[in-house]
């Protein structure tokens, strides 16, 4: 039974932040304060989210073993190395139950139920984490052992503290010992955008007079349209998308503001979205303008909506959740199955980076003003070189045209040699 789950909270003044709460129980202090350095040293709150489900699985998995970690440092002992490598084989795998959020934001009530019934509704094997997430797991881990071994040795008698440190430390040292390495050298298989065709079946079939289209309900369809058509035309990221809000489209100017909101106390939405890139405008074509304000048409009609400034929202009027996106597309793969399993919102981020490249070749733009360009749109700074990661399609491409014609040139020495 699980009897800790990272749960979400919002103060008064908006603001975000995560507790470790045991089921039917209160937080765990030591978590608590834990986290509050990295709130003091204003990490985001999906951050500070992440590092609470990393110790809900740490705690999660010492009280299968039977360990109450606090009670076993008072005794002035460290954990074993076998509850050690627990830890590390727990970080390697997927855990969908370490968290739990209320659906309206409003209750910080756990109902151990819910929990109950998702895991018995989805019992399958264990799937593997990614290296980063692994090695990020493990890091926070051992981050807040050595914490909290600090942190109870200080009340411990000085030969008990001495060795309560000297044992902490050493264990530590060599439970880092299993964070893996993430290779920056592993290219094959990342993330890449869509081909022009695919790009072009996905607009065919998500149009809303589409036969194709998934969705049935009229709004729903104007409302998926507009949002694949913004993140196709603007390669804004998912957060900023549900983050934009009527304000920042410019009255009398085919242009949106993508702005920085951090903890906004208009914004109910528990698991708040946030733009992680500089504030900056984008200029729309007539023909997306005409797709958002179609659809700006039909939210009108919801009542609800009228009283919350976010763009997106469901069919109920509440500002739409990162899930519905990622629901969204994963409908979306289902409807088109010869599209890429790794079809999601960021995809489209990727894809028009591509399409960036593409267009600034036509125009035979110099490399320094096309990056400039580029992280001017993206809302990157004006030196960074993160546009490699989005470019990985187009960058093969090109380099594959290149090798062809070496080859060629091979070619045509090999023919003078019969």
Partial sequence: MTKFVAQRITFRNGERHSLLQRVNGLPVQEVTLFLGKYRNKGRAANTIHFVCCCLALLYRELDAAGVNLLERLLSGQFLTAPELDRLVSAARYRSEDLEIESPDGKSNVIDIRRISIRKSQKQVERQPVDAQTCASRLRYMADYLSFISGYVAASLPHGDRRDLEAESTRAITMFRTHIPEV?????????????IEEQNRVLAVVHPNSPDNPWVRGFVRRRNWLIVVLLLASGMRRGELLGLQIGDIHPNQPKLNILR??????DRRLRQPNT????RTVELSPSVMRALQAYLKERRGIKAARSIPQIIVSEDGNALSMQAVDKLFKELRAAIPELPMTLTSHVMRHTWNERFSEQA????????????????QQGWS???KIAATYTRRYTDRKGRELALRLQEELDDKLRDDK
């Fill in 261 to 266: 909101r951090a903890d906004a106390s208009e």
């Fill in 276 to 279: 992680k890139t500089y504030d």
């Fill in 361 to 376: 070749e036509a125009m035979n733009l110099p490399e320094v003003a096309e990056q400039r360009a580029r992280n001017s």
């Fill in 382 to 384: 004006d030196n960074s």
């Fill in 183 to 195: 290779s920056r050298r592993a290219k094959l298989g990342a993330r890449v955008g869509l081909s």
